[in-house]
């Protein structure tokens, strides 16, 4: 995966507000006008869009891509607008909220498949570093790395609550025909609604 720049970061973070701010502003949203001021990013990793309320950092929105499914530049606008409006859990961000919300950017590498689910294959997951993502049939869940930091949770409770994610029973994860993955993620936020864009680490 290749490692973004803090002014990189800083574009993808804009590209993300600038498509939520268009969207609500323009009954004929084009996205063809972040694109084209959004140069290159041509790679295709995951990416998912995080919007919470400043200051509480309450949850908003958030959604994106385990996988690539288009260029980074593009997975940007689609995730920012899923994010913002059509998240089931949340109504529609409104006009008066932009300034209220911060916006996060995620990259995640690609989705390494988890083996083994002995002591010893489950403790190779490092907290904070990474996420999660449980597939059974048609069911699945992901949680990013950050989730786990910020309820306080050890490497199982993490699983479980990937399982939960995913509408799986808690401990689903240890049944063998249960695919298991992790992945890393590279994480640019705005420190304020609109304001200073840091990598967090």
């Known amino acids: 995966m290749r490692i973004y720049t803090i002014s990189e970061g800083e574009m993808l973070v804009k590209a993300a507000r600038n498509t939520i701010e268009l969207a609500i502003r323009s009954p004929k949203f ?14 295709e990793y995951g990416v998912f869009v995080t919007l919470k309320h400043y200051p509480t950092e309450t949850l908003r929105g958030c959604i994106g891509f385990p996988r690539p ?5 593009n997975e940007i606008v689609d995730a920012a607008l899923a994010a913002a409006f059509e998240d089931p859990r949340f109504v ?28 010893a294959g489950i403790r190779r997951l490092k907290m904070g570093r990474d996420g999660t993502i449980i597939e059974y049939g048609l069911y699945s869940g992901l949680l990013l790395p950050e989730v786990a930091v910020e309820q306080g949770w050890n490497r199982e409770q ?32 705005e420190e304020t609604p609109n304001g200073k864009i840091v990598e967090v680490t």
Request: charge should be positive; proline fraction near 6%; charged fraction near 30%.
């Open 30 to 43: 084009n996205r063809d006008v972040i694109l084209g001021a959004l140069k290159g990013f041509d790679e």
């Open 69 to 73: 499914v288009e260029k980074v530049r």
């Open 92 to 119: 529609p961000v409104s006009h008066k909220e932009l300034d209220e919300l911060i916006v996060e950017v995620s990259i995640l590498s690609k989705p390494v498949a988890m083996k083994s689910r002995s002591p």
């Open 158 to 189: 993490l699983l479980d609550g990937t399982c939960e994610k995913a509408g799986l029973p808690v401990g689903y994860w240890k049944q063998p025909n249960v695919k298991l993955y992790k992945f890393e993620t590279q994480v640019f936020t």
